[in-house]
């Protein structure tokens, strides 16, 4: 029963070689039809399929480079290309019959293209400058920022702590200053998730703005009504 341990065993690199011969030449000849869909697609990765009479290819690339080339013959997957493990040289001898039909396709998707852009208007219409808009804007948060700043230093002064808040209710909004030494952090309206109309990360939206500029001297009043009510609070004190 062991004698057939004594019979020779056929290597397989020759055939190994020829299909690592095969699948390098197509990852550089694949690699080209890559970079030319980057071109057209507009970015550095992506994926096509491309449909033949025997089945479709797909074309997966990253960076200018072929991820994957996979050959779907009804059912026969094959990955041609592959970043993980070269394909079974039967699978790949079948694929490769498909191969240049693969190529047509491409080229007949660029052709198609052809021309696809010349009735397309190039004559745009202007866009609307945002200079005054952004203008009145800092113009207003500006006053705001003076004015809270200002808050700020009279809180840190009357309250001897580095950083703090001061709330206060204006109609149905709650209005909220947070300040830090003689500074203001930031202003928001409506509590969490409301409106920040001074933020050291972004301005707030025109919009936003507009429909909280008007009430924003009532939070001022508040705020000299709560410094009134200190100081008649100390008035009273006898020593």
Not at 67 to 93: C, H, I, M, N
Not at 99 to 120: C, E, I, K, M, Q
């Amino acid at each position: 029963m062991t004698a057939g341990l004594d019979a020779d065993v056929v290597g397989a690199d020759a055939a190994a070689d020829r299909r690592d011969e095969l699948v390098a030449q197509v990852t550089d000849h694949a690699g080209r039809i890559a970079r030319e869909l980057a071109r057209l697609q507009g970015g550095d990765y992506g994926s096509r399929e491309f449909d033949t009479d025997r089945g479709t290819w797909t074309l997966k690339y990253e960076g200018g480079d072929v991820d994957y080339l996979r050959f779907d013959g009804r059912g026969d997957d094959v990955y041609v290309v592959s970043t993980k493990q070269p394909p079974d040289p039967e699978a790949l001898a079948r694929a490769m019959a498909d191969y240049d039909a693969f190529v047509d396709a491409f080229n007949d998707y660029v052709r198609s293209l052809d021309g696809v852009l010349d009735d397309t208007a190039d004559d745009l219409p202007a866009i609307e400058s945002v200079d005054s808009v952004v203008e009145a804007r800092e113009r207003i948060l500006s006053r705001m920022r003076e004015a809270c700043d200002l808050m700020a230093e009279q809180l840190n002064r009357v309250e001897g702590n580095d950083y703090g808040s001061f709330s206060a209710r204006v109609g149905s909004s709650r209005w909220e200053l947070k300040w830090e030494e003689n500074r203001a952090s930031y202003l928001r309206v409506g509590g969490e998730g409301g409106v920040y109309l001074l933020s050291q990360y972004q301005p707030p939206a025109p919009k936003d703005l507009r429909a909280h500029a008007d009430d924003f001297s009532g939070f001022v009043d508040a705020f000299n009504e709560h410094v009134s009510e200190i100081s008649e609070s100390l008035d009273t004190v006898e020593l």
